[in-house]
């Protein structure tokens, strides 16, 4: 699975955009840093966790070009490409961001213990839209419209529930240590799931042509 890593890292070199998708994914980074920080006064942006997943969608797009030009229709492992290897790459990148943001909430719980339950909502919210932008990542290439339907509906349906989350943590779980772990592990353990699930659907859909809207502009006629 390292070299699966190290193979998308050398590949991105060759796709469309790498150094503005870095650029950019390094934007959307501090954006959901400075974001999941406003629990220290409020009740947290959900859509942070958004933000965090951000980065690895823009270098996804850069791998995915590789499939559009000559070097991915020429390709061998063109499957290997549109599959294995983007999953990969999710998986390597989001769990150490996910990891920030539980270490960053850890210590406004510990500093702050009045702010507990809204540092385990930011930490659960990040969890989640990191997960549904994952398996949104799945098929996106693939059947653009429905990904994007797929992805408005989660993000509006969940987001008014921040609200009632905390007082329903409050009821069922105790302000510890022990809990806290149990909210993170809980959220890690969501994340790899939908790696997996991200790496099922790209799978199905493999055979599949590329949809032109999810493409860049210039790419659309190769």
């Not at 850069?62 to 290997?80: E, I, N, Q, Y």
């Not at 990542?137 to 992805?151: H, Q, R, S």
């Not at 772990?181 to 799978?203: H, K, P």
Request: aromatic residues 14%; positive net charge.
């Amino acid at each position: 699975m390292i070299q699966e890593f190290k193979l998308s890292m050398r590949l991105l070199k060759y796709g469309h955009t790498y150094r503005s998708g870095l650029v950019f994914g390094g934007i959307f980074l501090a954006m959901g840093i400075a974001l999941s920080l406003l629990s220290i006064w409020g009740d947290g942006v959900p859509m942070s966790g958004y933000m965090f997943a951000m980065p690895a969608i823009l270098l996804l797009q850069t791998l995915w070009s590789l499939s559009v030009a000559r070097f991915g229709l020429t390709s061998p492992k063109r499957k290997h490409l549109q599959t294995t290897l983007p999953a990969v790459l999710c998986l390597f990148l989001l769990t150490p961001q996910y990891l920030l943001v539980v270490l960053l909430q850890g210590v406004i719980a510990a500093v702050m213990p009045e702010r507990f339950y809204v540092c385990c909502v930011v930490v659960l919210y990040t969890a989640f839209f990191v997960g549904v932008v994952t398996v949104y990542a799945g098929f996106c290439y693939k059947i653009f419209f429905l990904a994007n339907v797929f992805l408005t509906t989660m993000v509006c349906i969940t987001i008014p529930y921040q609200k009632m989350l905390q007082p329903f943590l409050k009821d069922r779980l105790s302000a510890n240590g022990g809990t806290y772990l149990l909210v993170s592990v809980s959220g890690l353990l969501f994340i790899w799931f939908t790696v997996a699930v991200q790496l099922w659907v790209s799978r199905l859909l493999y055979r599949k042509p590329l949809s032109k809207r999810a493409q860049y502009r210039d790419l659309r006629q190769i």
